[in-house]
């Protein structure tokens, strides 16, 4: 069973940093796209950032570009999410999803989750003060 589990999230002051995992169990993320998504009460779902199977294209989302970095390390089968400076506009639900197409999870316009190869159950981040 292709399953992701993302951790990382939490409670942080504004300006703060956190760094989100999604971790594939059941399969090799090797061969996959990754992407993460946000979405936050009452919005609609966003795709934040996308990586390439071999991490040499990356697609960040105008509203995070230069806060949000995603990356991935094939050998631990974990893709990351390196948030800084965080705002209160940045708390939502986020999670990961894998496909063996790049062009399908990273496109601007989210799909379904069932669209995906695989996708998690979503870790919470709230930024407050």
């Known amino acids: 069973q292709l399953q992701l589990v993302e951790s990382g999230g939490g409670l942080v002051q504004p300006g703060g940093s956190l760094r989100l995992s999604c971790a594939a169990s059941?399969?090799?993320?090797?061969?996959?796209?990754i992407a993460w998504f946000r979405q936050a009460p009452g919005k609609e779902r966003e795709r934040v950032s996308c990586i390439s199977s071999s991490g040499e294209v990356t697609n960040t989302q105008d509203s995070v570009k230069g806060r949000f970095t995603v990356s991935r390390d094939n050998a631990r089968n974990t893709v990351f999410l390196q948030m800084n400076s965080l705002k209160p506009a940045d708390t939502a639900l986020y999670y990961c999803?894998?496909?063996?197409?790049?062009?399908?999870?990273?496109?601007?316009?989210?799909?379904?989750?069932?669209?995906?190869?695989?996708w998690g159950q979503g870790t919470q981040v709230t930024v407050s003060s």
């Open positions: 999803a894998a496909d063996h197409s790049f062009h399908r999870v990273c496109a601007s316009i989210p799909q379904p989750p069932q669209s995906y190869d695989s």
């Open positions: 059941g399969f090799t993320l090797d061969d996959y796209a």
